[in-house]
């Protein structure tokens, strides 16, 4: 059975920083596409960020372009999101996934949970 968990939001004040985290269990992720979406209170999902199953490409979206960076480390299995600069239109709940192909869209393997986030001061 594969697992995918996101952990690391919480709620913060504007300008401050998170780092989410998203761990596979029951499939390997190294050959693999991963992204990370968020859903916004009253809006669509969308696609944030995705890295190439090597790390060699990156997409963003660009509201947070200079400001998150995605991250992976097959050995442990996980994602990361490091998220700084927030701001409050930054809350949503955020998801991780195992994409099909870069760059990832909705379609995709496995989704997690989600980890919400919120920015508020």
């Not at 995605?70 to 195992?98: F, G, H, W």
């Not at 760059?103 to 001061?121: I, R």
Request: net charge neutral.
């Amino acid at each position: 059975q594969v697992q995918v968990v996101e952990s690391g939001g919480g709620e913060v004040q504007p300008g401050g920083s998170l780092r989410l985290s998203c761990t596979v269990s029951g499939f390997t992720i190294g050959l693999n596409t991963m992204g990370w979406f968020r859903h916004p209170p009253g809006k669509e999902r969308e696609r944030l960020s995705c890295i190439t199953w090597d790390g060699s490409s990156t997409y963003y979206v660009d509201s947070v372009k200079g400001r998150f960076t995605i991250s992976r480390d097959d050995a442990k299995n996980t994602l990361y999101l490091q998220m700084n600069s927030l701001k409050p239109e930054d809350t949503a709940m955020y998801y991780c996934a195992v994409a099909y192909n870069y760059p990832c869209n909705t379609n995709v393997k496995y989704w997690g949970q989600g980890t919400q986030v919120t920015v508020s001061s």
